[in-house]
């Protein structure tokens, strides 16, 4: 059997989560709805709503962070859109993959757009569709050149949505080929600091909604769209099909996903989360004569850009030096500082300009892990902390403290109409519908 056709089979079939699985997909459930929610107030959020408002008819699901309806392909973008933007939602790292954010917005607009849908079929559809966006992720040797959230995800999320449809498993192939057909992305709008990054998620969302639909209207689409000669591990990514495969219903990725604390590039969290521990052990701005953060080459290229006085919010949360200086100075991470005056403040851009950012000897293209702080004090005096692993990681989970700093600050973030559900019953709002 090809990996493609194990895939296939794989997604189509009738599944029992295990309880610890089922109970990750819930956890994470509920962190991916509360960005979203937190999401609706970001820049940017208002002209994205407006775009989707002129999609088209169809049968309506909810916004997060909003009381509006919109048809599903239109709902699925906004809310992909509004997980991401924040940079804050949930990522299987060896993937390099935030596995729930076009997964999640896709199936929930579905699950609404249906009117419901029984809560184990659901988080089946869910696990299903992280597994297969961070499969790819995970089975791919080559550095990110698409933005691989985007791509994997999107087909992850098509066959995810194909489950709660309806669609019959001998049409599975024709969804996967359809959003195949529709995947883009790439590391452009990264390497910029543009909002199109999240727009690439939310439009890899409405791109799963859409290859079901067609698919439903009775059009077909290619067929070997993952070994083929113009397939995901040609075009988009190298690796090999079989990792993608090797495990399917034994190894379940979506519990390996790793929960952001702080609303930035994941790859600045262990050398935030080291900071954050610093100061609250005492150590002051003042006695700060340099640091040095030890990365790998893709926390280099991340997050190791230069700090700016011109940069846009989005740039401003994949700048290490700025936000190891906000950490220092506020003890978090609050996305309300991405702004002009943040920028023009002297005091933060001096700190941010004692931060320097080295590539250490790692040489795995897609390592986020491990990382190394170097502090130097206007003493003399020198603090060297190890980073095995990013807090909120499966092997670093989150500590309450900081779980409820995140739930808090999305509370403040969301828009006073967003449904109470979200934050109090997450699965409960997901799987009901409207």
């Not at 779980?403 to 973030?413: F, P, T, Y």
Request: hydrophobic fraction near 50%.
């Amino acid at each position: 059997m090809s990996a493609t056709a194990r895939l296939l089979e794989f997604a189509a079939a009738a599944l029992t989560l295990p309880p610890q699985v089922a109970a990750d997909a819930e956890r994470l459930l509920a962190d991916t709805l509360a960005v979203g929610a937190a999401g609706a107030s970001a820049p940017g959020g208002a002209e994205v709503l407006k775009a989707a408002r002129g999609w088209g008819e169809g049968r309506a699901a909810r916004v997060l962070g909003a009381t509006e309806l919109l048809p599903q392909v239109s709902a699925a973008f906004v809310n992909a859109f509004r997980i991401h933007c924040l940079e804050w939602d949930a990522v299987h790292e060896p993937a390099v993959v935030h596995a729930l954010s076009v997964v999640t917005a896709a199936l929930g607009a579905a699950i609404d757009a249906r009117g419901g849908c029984d809560r184990r079929e659901a988080l089946a559809a869910l696990a299903v569709g992280v597994e297969i966006a961070a499969g790819l992720g995970d089975a791919a040797a080559s550095p990110l050149r698409f933005f691989r959230p985007a791509t994997a995800g999107c087909l992850g999320a098509a066959l995810a949505v194909a489950r709660v449809a309806g669609v019959q498993p001998s049409r599975f192939a024709d969804v996967l080929g359809l959003a195949y057909s529709q995947c883009a992305g790439t590391m452009q709008a990264h390497v910029e600091g543009s909002i199109a990054l999240p727009l690439q998620i939310g439009l890899a969302a409405r791109a799963a909604v859409s290859a079901v639909d067609l698919v439903q209207a009775g059009l077909t689409g290619p067929h070997d769209v993952i070994e083929g000669p113009y397939g995901y591990f040609r075009l988009f990514d190298e690796g090999d099909p079989t990792a993608l495969t090797a495990a399917l219903g034994e190894r379940w990725r979506l519990s390996e996903v790793s929960t952001k604390p702080f609303p930035s590039g994941r790859a600045s969290h262990g050398v935030l989360g080291a900071l954050r521990e610093l100061r609250r052990e005492g150590l002051a701005v003042a006695e700060i004569e340099r640091i040095e953060a030890l990365v790998p080459p893709l926390v280099a290229r991340l997050v190791g850009r230069p700090f700016r006085a011109d940069m846009s919010p989005a740039s401003a949360r994949l700048c290490l030096q700025l936000l190891a200086a906000l950490m220092l100075t506020d003890g978090l991470i609050d996305p309300r500082r991405f702004i002009p005056s943040t920028f023009a403040d002297r005091a933060i851009a001096g700190l941010a300009a004692r931060v320097d950012v080295s590539v250490d000897p790692n040489r795995d293209p897609n390592a986020l892990s491990p990382q190394r702080l170097i502090v130097r004090r206007t003493s003399g005096l020198t603090i060297e902390r190890a980073i095995p692993a990013s807090v909120g990681s499966p092997c670093a989970p989150m500590p309450p403290d900081l779980v409820a700093e995140k739930l808090a600050l999305a509370r403040a973030l969301a828009p006073l109409e967003t449904c109470p559900d979200i934050f109090t019953d997450a699965s409960g709002y997901f799987i009901r519908g409207r």
